[in-house]
């Protein structure tokens, strides 16, 4: 194929993949007058900075960032602390039952907490954590995908490695930390994109299980923003859902490459 | 296992330890709540829980008998085999042309994947926006063009069609980051034997790289069917609340709808059950079957 | 004079320990928009009036998704005092469990409010002679519409069609001579087809609706049914009749309006002041008229509808009492006439009534005029009573499901019968879970 064939179709793939978020932020910018003229305005409207004001102040959607970032961030670094203590445990231990361990943590990849909100939204009632952080948090701390990546990481270090680590009378924690850690970097940033994104994206939990302002994530902040109007003012609409995106597509531009290696590699295995 | 070989520390209770909080996370919040979901599905219950009677198999039966959740099961299979396909065609077909040795090609393939960061929720609520009758752009332009303006979530077809598209959108790039990886692990010696061969590139394609790609594809196939399966709640909540009349309506929807506005905990707990054994399957093959079945190259 | 000073003296010391610690009241509402600062400001005026009484309100989303939130909330073991929850979740709120019947609870010094309110609201919302819940909002649907489009397309703005009928009349001449690219819009949701079937005097549901004793059979597939669906389907057939395309959706009905998508919006008449500034801000004139009903059809008038206050159990006696104190004075007389003028929503009460006819307000304002009036002629009866059903809001769906399958295609026959039994089906699977 000719290269100038192949660059004109990146070039319009490229266009058509990133033409609804040009025009949602477009439109984000007008008012609902500009946004109903036939024919469109394709250009910024005046109602750039009263939109962002509005949606961040009076439909709260500070507030919601505020939150999601707070999830966000504690489950990305527990739950990656969490997994590379696990696969330490798994990979650099001799104890019994480990295959027994390894099918417990396993299973898991078949358990989403989407197939069980209805239990577990019991359940953390009961806990008492309903409209908290620790509802949003605790239940994501753990994870099978996160432990054998890991564990798939460590077992690709050499042996020798830890043989010269015991001889020099280091103990497996001091190895995880000086050694294991920054030759898993790779893993640790995939990981953090994918759990940064993943749980700045939450959608049905948050919506089951908070009921409060105070406690609510940016994504269900939208949903009210989709209802909770006298009449739908789509430029606001469409503000939020710029304001929401970009955090999480921020944390991933940062990562990408990284993500983008690691991780692939690593799950093909 | 072939980790013993790196097992070098012989602490007895240390592994205990730095496993411990995976352990109390895991059954706590993931292995209760599942089993709990299949005991409470065998249950009618009032009210999330204020009172409870135990009806046995009842809620599987009304499920599997009544023609209401067929259809919930039928538009499930259609909404997710039409997500999965063109989200891996697509993203098969974008794969390929940025791996097509330009320059450039981080760029492209950066510019090509990075709406997988974008939630369900966000792309919704702007494909809501977009496919509006009255102010949206695209039929603003069918308007110019052909002189239609469709009321898209009015017809079940057409609403579908949104739904699909917005998926699609969302989860395009997800798939080109593995199979632009998988296309360039690919082993060169195979690929110029086939050029030697004489074989044109679209038969090079068919016959040599698909095949290739073939643990690449499965793996995808399962991870974008969970995907289908559970991230697209937001889509049908925000576009169309599963109509019209319940055209659109798939379990993930209609398991919220059913435990949290309808109050009917023991039939969405059977409903989650059945996904549930949905994504078991799923699983189990790919990790059975997708080691052995798929084409090896060399 | 000493034991006075004495008494003085104690009350001075307690005093402080008194005022130390506000009383705390949870209120939560579903009204989003313009409304939600409304409340706010009526709130502020309470708390400043009420220095022991700290009352917070929250808005929580829809009507369901409030409903929902307090019989979460209350599962959880931490319910808000104060619940706005809609008409037509009154039986699912007494089966609950959770709230208590307000009128045992209202001080004998404030009963006389009570006995103030209008007969369709008392009539409503008493149910086995005694109030539940303090009635807030009440409302009912009237037609809006636009009089500039209606002097373009050669209609008498005076002279708002009044029947099914007349409707696809102006709709003719508003399509023959383009003022408007559709001619009428209004949510598809089921209180739509609620408040037509009680138009026609007709019941929603057996034991009277559901007053007499407990429903067990809901009436959907009925000849009054049967007249609303058909008029719809000719409708929306015709291209006269659009809506956004999601159930429910009252924003998207009233967007179509007020840019001048749609000549005519039918919808509550709470929207009367967010209409009249809509219509100043886009530059038409705007007109209210009685809702339409079927040709050939006595007019028994409208349900109720809206939503009224609900107060949970569990709460110490003082945090009681301040919720009542809040909730009385919320809804008396000069904050009803406040609360109608800033929306639209019903004067509940007949002193607020005797209040804005004293005003002349409703000569002066004629746009909150039509409800008004409509309500005021409402015929008392079973039928406009309103019907109780416990699962209403599956039964909401079934009927709007019912509708778009109607508009699909569906024949009107096969599709009545068949939201007929859905309906029974999740009425007995509803009594049974309750006990019933």
């Not at chain 3, 001048?260 to 038409?284: H, K, L, P, R």
Request: hydrophobic content about 50%; charged content about 15%; overall charge neutral.
């Amino acid at each position: 194929m000719n290269t100038f064939a192949v660059h004109a179709l990146l070039l319009l793939s490229v266009a058509v993949v990133a033409a609804p978020v040009v025009i949602a932020f477009i439109f984000s910018t007008q008012t609902p007058a500009e946004i109903f003229r036939f024919p469109p305005k394709f250009t910024i409207g005046s109602a750039f900075l009263d939109n962002y004001r509005e949606v961040w102040t009076r439909y709260h959607l500070g507030l919601y960032m505020k939150n999601s970032a707070i999830i966000s961030v504690a489950v990305t670094v527990g739950k990656t602390i969490v997994s590379f203590l696990a696969a330490l445990a798994l990979v650099y231990f001799r104890f019994p039952l480990k295959s027994w361990v390894f099918t417990f943590i396993l299973l898991t990849l078949m358990m989403p907490t989407e197939i069980m909100i209805v239990a577990l939204f019991e359940l953390v009632s009961n806990l008492g954590w309903a409209n908290t952080y620790a509802a949003l948090i605790v239940p994501f701390l753990a994870s099978a995908t996160g432990t054998f990546l890991f564990r798939q990481q460590f077992l690709q270090i050499p042996e020798s490695l830890v043989d010269a680590a015991r001889i020099d009378g280091a103990g497996p924690l001091r190895f995880a930390w000086s050694i294991l850690l920054p030759m898993s970097m790779n893993v640790v940033a995939a990981m953090a994109v994918i759990q940064f994104v993943y749980m700045w994206n939450q959608y049905l939990w948050p919506l089951v299980i908070i009921r409060e302002s105070e406690r609510q994530v940016v994504q269900v902040g939208l949903r009210m923003l989709t209802s909770g109007q006298d009449a739908t003012n789509w430029g606001l609409v469409m503000a939020g859902a710029i304001v929401a995106l970009l955090p999480a597509l921020f944390v991933f531009l940062l990562l990408q490459e990284q993500f983008s290696r690691g991780f692939a590699l690593a799950e093909e295995k | 296992m072939e980790t013993e070989t790196h097992a070098a520390y012989k602490s007895r209770w240390l592994p205990w330890i730095l496993l411990l909080p995976t352990f109390v996370i895991l059954l706590v919040f993931l292995y209760y709540p599942t089993l709990e979901t299949f005991r409470l599905s065998l249950y009618r219950v009032a009210f999330l829980g204020i009172r409870k009677t135990f009806v046995g198999l009842e809620n599987y039966q009304d499920l599997f008998t009544n023609p209401e959740y067929r259809r919930i099961f039928w538009n499930t299979v259609v909404y997710s085999s039409l997500v999965v396909f063109f989200s891996m065609a697509v993203g098969l077909f974008l794969s390929v042309l940025a791996n097509q040795k330009v320059r450039g090609w981080r760029f492209y393939r950066l510019m090509l994947i990075w709406p997988y960061a974008l939630s369900p929720a966000v792309a919704g609520v702007i494909f809501l926006f977009l496919f509006n009758p009255q102010a949206g752009i695209v039929n603003y332009f069918l308007d110019v063009l052909f002189g239609i303006r469709p009321d898209w979530l009015t017809h079940p077809g057409l609403a579908m069609f949104v739904l699909v598209a917005a998926a699609v959108w969302k989860n395009v790039g997800y798939n080109v980051v593995f199979y632009l990886a998988a296309l360039q692990n690919l082993p060169g010696d195979v690929l110029e034997a086939a050029l030697i061969d004489g074989a044109t590139p679209w038969q090079r394609f068919w016959k040599v790289t698909f095949p290739l790609l073939s643990p690449m594809t499965f793996f995808l196939f399962v991870m974008n069917t969970i995907y289908a399966f559970f991230d697209t709640f937001p889509f049908v909540d925000l576009l169309t609340k599963g109509g019209p009349n319940g055209a659109t309506n798939v379990l993930i929807y209609n398991i919220y709808r059913d435990g949290f506005e309808f109050y009917k905990t023991g039939m969405a707990a059977a409903q989650s059950v059945v996904l549930f054994v949905g994504v078991v399957i799923l699983t189990v093959l790919q990790f059975r079957w997708g080691e052995r079945r798929v084409h090896y190259g060399g | 004079m000493k034991r006075l000073v004495v008494v003085l003296a104690l009350a001075a010391l307690a005093l402080p320990a008194l005022a130390a610690e506000k009383v705390k009241v949870t209120f939560w509402h579903a009204f989003g928009g313009g409304r939600t600062a409304f409340i706010q400001r009526m709130v502020d005026d309470f708390n400043y009036t009420h220095p022991g009484i700290e009352v917070k309100a929250e808005y929580k989303g829809s009507y369901r998704d409030t409903l929902n939130a307090a019989i979460l909330a209350a599962r959880q073991g931490n319910p808000p005092h104060i619940v706005q929850i809609f008409e037509v979740g009154t039986q699912m709120a007494l089966d609950s469990g959770i709230f208590v019947p307000v009128e045992d609870y209202v001080p004998a010094i404030l009963k006389f409010q009570l006995e103030d309110y209008i007969k369709p609201v008392a009539n409503y919302y008493r149910i086995k002679g005694k109030f539940n819940s303090v009635p807030w909002n009440s409302s009912n649907p009237i037609l809006y519409y636009n009089k500039t489009i209606f002097k373009k397309a050669g209609l008498d703005p005076a002279n708002p069609p009044k029947t099914f009928g007349e409707v696809m009349e102006a709709c003719k001449k508003i399509e023959a001579t383009k003022a408007a690219p559709k001619c009428i819009t209004w949510p598809l949701h089921s209180w739509f087809v609620e408040q037509w079937i009680a138009e026609q005097g007709a019941l929603l549901a057996n034991n009277e609706n559901g007053r007499a004793a407990r429903a067990t059979d809901v009436y959907i597939d009925s000849p009054a049914m049967r007249r609303i669906v058909e008029w719809w389907k000719a409708m929306y057939d015709k291209g006269y009749y659009v809506y956004s395309g999601k159930p429910e959706d009252w924003d998207g009905a009233n967007q179509l309006f007020v840019s001048q998508q749609a000549a005519m919006e039918i919808t509550s008449t709470s929207d009367v002041t967010f209409m009249q500034n809509a219509a100043f801000e886009n530059g038409f004139e705007l007109g209210t008229g009685f809702l339409p009903i079927p040709d050939g059809v006595e007019r028994n008038g409208t349900v109720v509808g809206g939503a009224s206050l609900w107060l949970t159990k569990g709460h110490p006696q003082d945090e009681m009492t301040a919720a009542l104190t809040f909730l009385i004075w919320f809804t008396n007389t000069e904050n009803m006439v406040r609360w109608h003028k800033g929306t639209g929503y019903f004067p509940v009460l007949n002193t607020s009534v005797k209040v804005l006819e004293w005003q002349h307000w409703f000569e002066r304002n004629p746009a909150y005029r039509a409800a008004f009036d409509q309500l005021l002629q409402t015929k008392l009866n079973r039928a406009t009573q309103g019907a109780l059903l416990g699962p209403f809001p599956e039964i909401r769906t079934i009927i709007e499901n019912m509708i778009q399958a109607i508009f699909q295609g569906k024949p009107i026959d096969q599709a009545l019968k068949e939201a007929d039994a859905a309906a029974d089906k999740a009425l007995k699977e509803y009594n049974a879970a309750v006990g019933k």
